[in-house]
Nanobody, 113 residues
Framework: QVQLVESGGGLVQAGGSLRLSCAVS????????FGWYRQAPGKQRELVAV???????NYADSVKGRFTISRDNAKNTVYLQMNSLKPEDTAVYYC???????WGQGTQVTVSS
């Protein structure tokens, strides 16, 4: 089973930046795709970005051009660089292996206006 631990969340002003990290252990990192998801209060969890084993990426329309997902196979870590943050980006952000039960515990991101 894969274990995922997120870090890097916090409080930031609108227009600011944060970089989330997801440290992965267990399994074979290079053979997994990874995704970042988020859930805001009162809303359903949504996919933010995904990266496959070849490094190809896809993004939700709401974050295209502002967020970048990347992976470092040598460090077993997945990143989410978030720029030009907006108050509507406020949510708990989760790292996960898509279509599995392997999820992290989440990290809070709060963007103030």
């Amino acid at each position: 089973q894969v274990q995922l631990v997120e870090s890097g969340g916090g409080l930031v002003q609108a227009g600011g930046s944060l970089r989330l990290s997801c440290a992965v252990s267990g399994g074979i990192f290079s053979r997994n795709a990874f995704g970042w998801y988020r859930q805001a209060p009162g809303k359903q969890r949504e996919l933010v970005a995904v990266i496959n084993i070849a490094g190809s990426t896809n993004y939700a329309d709401s974050v295209k051009g502002r967020f970048t997902i990347s992976r470092d196979n040598a460090k077993n870590t997945v990143y989410l660089q978030m720029n030009s943050l907006k108050p509507e980006d406020t949510a708990v952000y989760y790292c996960a292996v898509p279509f599995t039960s392997d999820w992290g515990q989440g990290t809070q991101v709060t963007v103030s206006s």
